[in-house]
C-alpha cells in the first residue's frame, strides 16, 4: 500500500477529514470551498429527484449525510468505502434515516447492475488501483436515465504537467489528462459529458441515457465546453 493509501486508512485522518483536511487540501488545489462543491454535487446529481444514490469512497460520510438531505423523503445515499476507519467514522457521526453505509472495493462494487439514479465520487480515483476499472463500474450500476458526477486530479498536457504527474507518483497520486475521463465515459455510452477544470482538479459530469434513447456521447473536446 503506498503512502497516499496508508494516510487514507490512518485512524487520525478519520477523525480530521472533513473539518479540517478535505477543506484544507480542496481549496489550495482548486480554489473552490466547500460549500461550492456541495453545490455541484446536488445541481450535477439533480438530486431533488434522485431515488437511490451512491457515493463512492464516501470517507466519514459527511458529504453522504448531506447528499441524503437533499434528496426527496423516499430517497436514500448508499456510501461505500474500502477504509474501517473511515466507515467507523461515518457510522457513529453520520448515519442517518436516509443514509447507510457498506465497506467494498470501488473495483468490484457489490451491487447488480443499474442499480443507482445518482453515483458520485468525490476526491478519490486518483487513489483508487485501477481507477479506470472502478470509473466503468460506476457506469455499471448507473441506471439509464442516471446521473454521474466526478471530482479528480487533473495535470494539463505539457511540461509543466509532465512534472506533476511524476512528483504526485512519489506518494502514489495519480494525474489524470483532460481526455482520459471524457473519453472513457463517450465510449461507454453515456452523453451530456461535461467537465469544468479548477486548478489541479477536473469536475465531471456525465448522464446514462434512458432506455430507447440514442446513445450519443459527447465530450467537451466535442462540444466546446470545459478544456
Given at each position: 500500500?503506498?503512502?497516499?493509501?496508508?494516510?487514507?486508512?490512518?485512524?487520525a485522518?478519520?477523525?480530521?477529514y472533513?473539518r479540517?483536511?478535505?477543506?484544507?487540501?480542496?481549496?489550495?488545489?482548486?480554489?473552490?470551498?466547500?460549500?461550492?462543491?456541495?453545490?455541484?454535487?446536488?445541481?450535477?446529481?439533480?438530486?431533488?429527484?434522485?431515488?437511490?444514490?451512491?457515493?463512492?469512497?464516501?470517507?466519514?460520510?459527511?458529504?453522504?449525510?448531506?447528499?441524503?438531505?437533499?434528496?426527496?423523503?423516499?430517497?436514500?445515499?448508499?456510501?461505500?468505502?474500502?477504509?474501517?476507519?473511515?466507515?467507523?467514522?461515518?457510522?457513529?457521526?453520520?448515519?442517518?434515516?436516509?443514509?447507510?453505509?457498506?465497506?467494498?472495493?470501488?473495483?468490484?462494487?457489490?451491487?447488480?447492475?443499474?442499480?443507482f439514479?445518482?453515483?458520485?465520487?468525490?476526491?478519490?480515483?486518483?487513489?483508487?488501483?485501477?481507477?479506470?476499472?472502478?470509473?466503468?463500474?460506476?457506469?455499471?450500476?448507473?441506471?439509464?436515465?442516471?446521473?454521474?458526477?466526478?471530482?479528480?486530479?487533473?495535470?494539463?498536457?505539457?511540461?509543466?504537467?509532465?512534472?506533476?504527474?511524476?512528483?504526485?507518483?512519489?506518494?502514489?497520486?495519480?494525474?489524470?489528462?483532460?481526455?482520459?475521463f471524457?473519453?472513457?465515459?463517450?465510449?461507454?455510452?453515456?452523453?451530456?459529458?461535461?467537465?469544468?477544470?479548477?486548478?489541479?482538479?477536473?469536475?465531471?459530469?456525465?448522464?446514462?441515457?434512458?432506455?430507447?434513447?440514442?446513445?450519443?456521447?459527447?465530450?467537451?473536446?466535442?462540444?466546446?465546453?470545459?478544456?
Amino acid at each position: 500500500m503506498n503512502l497516499a493509501r496508508r494516510t487514507m486508512n490512518a485512524p487520525a485522518l478519520a477523525a480530521v477529514y472533513e473539518r479540517v483536511w478535505r477543506p484544507t487540501v480542496f481549496y489550495l488545489a482548486s480554489g473552490r470551498t466547500n460549500a461550492a462543491d456541495r453545490r455541484f454535487a446536488v445541481d450535477s446529481l439533480h438530486l431533488h429527484s434522485a431515488r437511490r444514490a451512491l457515493d463512492i469512497a464516501c470517507g466519514p460520510g459527511n458529504f453522504t449525510r448531506f447528499l441524503s438531505e437533499q434528496m426527496p423523503a423516499d430517497g436514500y445515499v448508499t456510501g461505500i468505502d474500502y477504509s474501517p476507519p473511515m466507515l467507523a467514522r461515518a457510522l457513529a457521526d453520520n448515519s442517518g434515516p436516509r443514509a447507510g453505509y457498506v465497506r467494498g472495493d470501488a473495483r468490484f462494487l457489490p451491487f447488480p447492475d443499474e442499480t443507482f439514479d445518482a453515483v458520485c465520487c468525490f476526491g478519490a480515483l486518483y487513489l483508487i488501483p485501477d481507477p479506470l476499472v472502478a470509473a466503468r463500474e460506476m457506469v455499471r450500476v448507473l441506471a439509464p436515465g442516471g446521473r454521474l458526477a466526478v471530482t479528480t486530479s487533473y495535470r494539463p498536457d505539457n511540461p509543466f504537467g509532465e512534472l506533476t504527474r511524476r512528483a504526485a507518483g512519489l506518494s502514489g497520486l495519480r494525474m489524470f489528462g483532460g481526455r482520459t475521463f471524457p473519453e472513457l465515459f463517450a465510449a461507454a455510452g453515456l452523453v451530456e459529458i461535461d467537465q469544468e477544470v479548477h486548478r489541479f482538479l477536473q469536475y465531471l459530469t456525465a448522464v446514462k441515457p434512458a432506455t430507447g434513447t440514442p446513445s450519443r456521447g459527447e465530450h467537451p473536446a466535442a462540444s466546446g465546453r470545459g478544456v
